[in-house]
């Protein structure tokens, strides 16, 4: 299974905690704004729900291959 990589702009980060609530296993609050708990993941669902339901668009989700997979523009 290839992995993802995750990277959150925290300049547009408004820290609302959606992603920690929808994917905890993968994001964290840190100093007001959103991180990722692990750059490179497995492939999960709820990764691609956070990334989806920011309301900044401010985390990025690549697969193996460098193309976008959330969020969809």
Do not use: Y
Request: charged content about 20%; glycine content about 8%; overall charge negative.
């Amino acid at each position: 299974m290839s992995e993802w990589t995750i990277a959150v702009d925290r300049g547009a980060c408004m820290g609302t905690g959606m992603c920690t609530s929808i994917a905890p296993d993968h994001f964290r609050l840190d100093g007001g704004t959103s991180t990722p708990v692990k750059v490179d993941v497995d492939p999960d669902d709820a990764v691609i729900d956070a990334a989806e339901s920011c309301p900044m668009e401010a985390i990025l989700v690549r697969s193996a291959d460098g193309s976008v997979l959330a969020p969809q523009l």
